[in-house]
């Protein structure tokens, strides 16, 4: 994501952070480069207008026009108004004092609000909490089957009763329902269309009325760029909404709607979908977000996911046997588990600082998949004691993984090089204290 925006920045901070001195016509010049970069990424123009105009003033003060490293300055300036125009900071949904705590999805067909609702009830879920989903469409065909399956696979129950097309009393049921059973969050999954219609407004503003949620929030389509904007504004005004949630943020290379959507209408981005997988929803963090715009990484969010995808019974059984030095490429293939558990590799290398610009090979998840292949065909003792590998076992491994003979020549090299730094380390931490965390190996 961003990619178009974030090079085009990394370019012009280039050019500014390479003078000693910044004038006034340079910082114009930067001005004018920014505005056109934010347009190309598909910004609204009045929030591009304003930004630059607060970017701009800031850079023209004496604090900056006098320091050392006047390009540095002016990128701070940059990022904390990026952050601003996002939000600020981030702010979790609050729970009621009675539960359950009532959270109302809408939005257009095509937004992805289903499987948003699906996603966020495992959030809750994670954290502890016990969701209810509430299926509330009642005109999309198999719309309630389709909640119902996303339900099933988080092991989530889902409220969905044949009730006509009365979809207030599907709520007030739903909500009796998540009391008597003691769901303390509920989530209602209602009826889109396929444009802005009265007949939609009116169904949501008598669902509010009668089941006020906690926390209204609108999903939109982040790939629809300044379209996303629109039905923001049309929704507030109509029906009133709380908060955002923007969907296939990952595939949008340009990140209009991110950069505009708080700007314009007023109201937060409360979480962003970033895959097709339930676990692909994240908590909106715009002063991470700037960050990664401008090459700084996120550090922050690496380390939630690391956190949220690490067995840390795992992780000390494994520290262990590197004390041991019985590291095998069974804890290797595991270790790659758990990392591809985090998300793909290219969007974990884009959270490293100093990663952007840098020349790096591709991140190739198939790769990934070959070094698992070449690990499972070998047997439980070839996995052990890697070194009885010969030239006939190596054949047969290749050809049950469907890989080449140099492939896991490749393999078996490389890790017994990582075993060979391990015992390295061993060496050196040797009667020194305790052992330090144990990062995360990084794929061959």
């Not at 009667?431 to 061959?444: D, M, S, V």
């Amino acid at each position: 994501m961003f990619e178009s925006l974030s090079a085009k920045l990394d370019s012009i901070f280039s050019h500014l952070r390479g003078r000693g001195k910044l004038t006034e016509a340079n910082i114009q010049e930067a001005m004018r480069e920014i505005r056109l970069a934010l347009l190309e990424s598909d910004v609204n123009f009045q929030v591009v207008r304003d930004f630059v105009q607060r970017v701009r003033e800031q850079a023209l003060g004496q604090e900056v026009m006098r320091s050392l490293t006047p390009g540095q300055q002016v990128v701070k300036i940059v990022r904390d108004e990026l952050t601003a125009l996002m939000g600020g900071e981030h702010r979790p949904l609050t729970m009621a004092a009675h539960p359950p705590t009532i959270v109302l999805l809408m939005g257009l067909q095509g937004s992805g609000k289903t499987t948003t609702a699906a996603k966020l009830a495992k959030t809750f879920r994670d954290k502890g909490h016990r969701p209810l989903l509430v299926a509330a469409d009642v005109y999309r065909p198999a719309a309630m089957q389709q909640l119902c399956t996303l339900g099933e696979s988080v092991a989530i129950p889902v409220f969905a009763c044949d009730t006509g097309r009365d979809v207030v009393a599907i709520c007030q049921q739903a909500r009796s329902e998540a009391q008597t059973h003691e769901r303390d969050v509920m989530i209602i999954d209602t009826a889109g269309r396929l444009q802005i219609d009265a007949a939609l407004m009116q169904e949501l503003r008598d669902i509010k009325q009668a089941t006020p949620p906690h926390h209204s929030l609108l999903v939109v389509d982040a790939m629809t760029g300044q379209e996303a904007v629109k039905v923001a504004q049309a929704f507030d005004q109509a029906v009133g909404i709380d908060a955002t949630i923007l969907t296939k943020l990952d595939g949008d290379a340009r990140g209009g709607a991110a950069l505009s959507i708080k700007a314009a209408v007023g109201k937060p981005i409360q979480f962003v979908g970033m895959g097709e997988k339930l676990e692909a929803l994240e908590p909106f963090h715009p002063d991470r977000l700037a960050s990664r715009i401008l090459g700084m990484g996120d550090v922050l969010t690496l380390i939630e996911k690391a956190e949220q995808s690490i067995n840390h019974e795992t992780a000390a059984a494994l520290e262990q046997k590197i004390r041991q030095a019985s590291f095998t490429l069974d804890d290797f293939r595991e270790q790659l588990q758990q990392l591809k558990q985090m998300g793909p590799l290219d969007s974990l290398m884009a959270m490293l600082p100093g990663i952007k610009g840098a020349k790096l090979p591709a991140v190739n998840e198939n790769e990934v998949k070959k070094i698992e292949a070449i690990i499972n065909s070998m047997t439980p003792e070839e996995r052990s004691h890697h070194h009885l590998i010969n030239g006939s076992r190596r054949k047969r491994i290749a050809r049950g993984s469907g890989t080449s003979v140099e492939e896991v020549n490749r393999l078996l090299k490389q890790f017994a090089q990582t075993q060979k730094l391990m015992r390295t380390f061993m060496g050196k931490k040797k009667g020194k204290g305790k052992w330090p965390p144990l990062p995360l190996p990084r794929p061959f």
